[in-house]
């Protein structure tokens, strides 16, 4: 049976992470996704729930991370908001510049970016950072 949307409300610990990843390959499969898409969702997943956990939330387990996953017809999307008090992505250092190479920095953006057709961040006008991921169905081409 399809669903057309799906939300969660998550403890900021990191079992949370799996718990995310489980739900989104549920969802994927129930929305006929393939596989392509649920392996790209299942790892784009992870890094941004692991994010807000870590990063957004700091372990805090009064916090919450709040999930979506929505099937746009053609697409996948995912949200993921923490309640922390946010950033700047532009401010990230790039991974791979080769002065980078060695910082724990900025590999989660590069991992959500590379998985996924669209990633943007913005910040929550109630506090917060919220990630928006777009992943696209494989086309259906014969050749």
């Known amino acids: 049976m399809s669903e057309k ?3 969660l409300k998550l403890t900021s610990r990191l079992e949370s992470v799996e718990q995310a990843a489980a739900e989104a390959e549920r969802f994927a499969e129930s ?4 596989e392509d898409v ?3 969702v299942d790892m ?3 890094e941004a729930v692991a994010n807000a956990v870590k990063h957004g939330n700091k372990l805090d387990e009064t916090k919450r991370v709040e999930i979506t996953f929505e099937n746009r017809g053609e697409a996948f999307e995912i ?3 923490d309640f922390g008090a ?3 992505v532009e401010e990230v250092p790039d ?3 080769p002065e980078n190479l060695l910082k724990a920095s900025g ?3 590069l991992f959500m970016r590379s998985f996924m057709d669209e990633v943007e961040w913005s910040n929550h006008a109630e506090g917060g950072m919220i990630v928006k991921m777009l992943k696209k169905r494989e086309s259906n081409l014969d050749f």
Do not use: Q
Request: aromatic share 8%; charged share 30%.
């Open 5 to 7: 949307r799906r939300e």
């Open 79 to 81: 949200t993921v908001r």
């Open 38 to 40: 649920k392996s790209a």
């Open 107 to 109: 590999r989660g953006i």
């Open 31 to 34: 929305n006929d996704f393939g």
């Open 86 to 88: 946010g950033f700047a």
């Open 44 to 46: 784009a997943v992870r």
């Open 95 to 97: 991974p791979t510049n």
